[in-house]
Nanobody, 121 residues
Framework: QVQLVESGGGLVQAGGSLRLSCAAS????????MAWYRQAPGKQRELVAI????????QYADSVKGRFTISRDNAKNTVYLQMNGLKPEDTAVYYC??????????????WGQGTQVTVVS
């Protein structure tokens, strides 16, 4: 069994910063990728940023490039999302997702429970 636990969401003023964390735990053999998605009310879930945990290669949504930074701590099976220059349109529930090789069970995608980020002007 694998769990992803997120933390760090909250309420912030426009232009402010927040740092989200997501820790994976359980019977993990290898983590291939870790990513952040978000879903605003009435909108589809969208990819915000993704990182390949071994190579460290990253990819960002155009809307967050230059403002958000994804990073990982492989020793802690943790991914971070540093969000700077936040805008009201960044308001959403942010979800952590990971593609994980589970001991004796193959590769699966897992999701966290989500953390609310609210940006007020």
């Amino acid at each position: 069994q694998v769990q992803l636990v997120e933390s760090g969401g909250g309420l912030v003023q426009a232009g402010g910063s927040l740092r989200l964390s997501c820790a994976a735990s359980g019977s993990i053999s290898r983590i291939n990728t870790m990513a952040w998605y978000r879903q605003a009310p009435g909108k589809q879930r969208e990819l915000v940023a993704i990182i390949a945990t071994t190579a460290g290669i990253t990819q960002y949504a155009d809307s967050v490039k230059g403002r958000f930074t994804i990073s990982r701590d492989n020793a802690k099976n943790t991914v971070y999302l540093q969000m700077n220059g936040l805008k009201p349109e960044d308001t959403a529930v942010y979800y952590c997702s990971s593609n994980i090789v589970v001991l004796y069970q193959g590769t699966h995608d897992y999701w966290g429970q989500g953390t609310q980020v609210t940006v007020v002007s």
